[in-house]
């Protein structure tokens, strides 16, 4: 299987990952490879109601976050996979991945019959 056009679209997946969890968050300074919400300025508000909008917002930035990290990390493990020849292999029964369902999810890691 040419994994070329799979690399290529994780690839550009990572990007636009990257991109999108820069609105809600940032690299985390003090580990690597980790991202964390913006922190806002809570206190600076004028009354009670607004800094619970800053609260939930931060929140919902957290969740938002949780998520793409979560979906970076998986892309981030295909590449690797790629880059070690093991990619569109099973993690369960060790059979190869259709490219039908890689093309579905570049970033994969078992087969239809283990989803």
Same mark, same amino acid.
């Given at each position: 299987? #040419?994994?070329?056009?799979? #690399? *290529?679209?994780?690839?550009?997946? #990572?990007? %636009?990952?990257? =991109?999108?969890m820069? @609105?809600?968050?940032? %690299? $985390?300074?003090?580990?690597?490879?980790?991202?964390?919400?913006?922190?806002?300025?809570?206190?600076m508000?004028?009354?009670?109601?607004?800094q619970a909008?800053?609260?939930?917002? %931060?929140?919902?930035?957290?969740?938002?976050?949780?998520?793409l990290?979560? %979906? !970076?990390?998986?892309?981030? =493990?295909a590449?690797?996979?790629?880059? *070690? $020849?093991? !990619?569109?292999i099973?993690?369960?029964?060790?059979? *190869?991945?259709s490219?039908?369902?890689? @093309?579905?999810?570049?970033?994969? @890691?078992?087969?239809?019959?283990?989803?």
């Open positions: 299987m #040419k994994t070329e056009p799979f #690399k *290529k679209e994780l690839e550009a997946e #990572k990007t %636009r990952l990257e =991109s999108e820069g @609105t809600v968050g940032r %690299r $985390n300074p003090s580990v690597p490879d980790d991202w964390e919400p913006i922190p806002s300025e809570i206190g508000e004028a009354d009670l109601a607004d909008d800053v609260v939930m917002s %931060r929140e919902g930035n957290a969740a938002i976050l949780a998520d990290e979560a %979906r !970076y990390d998986t892309v981030l =493990s590449l690797v996979r790629i880059e *070690k $020849n093991t !990619y569109g099973c993690e369960v029964c060790g059979e *190869k991945i490219e039908a369902r890689l @093309t579905a999810d570049p970033a994969a @890691t078992t087969c239809v019959e283990h989803l």
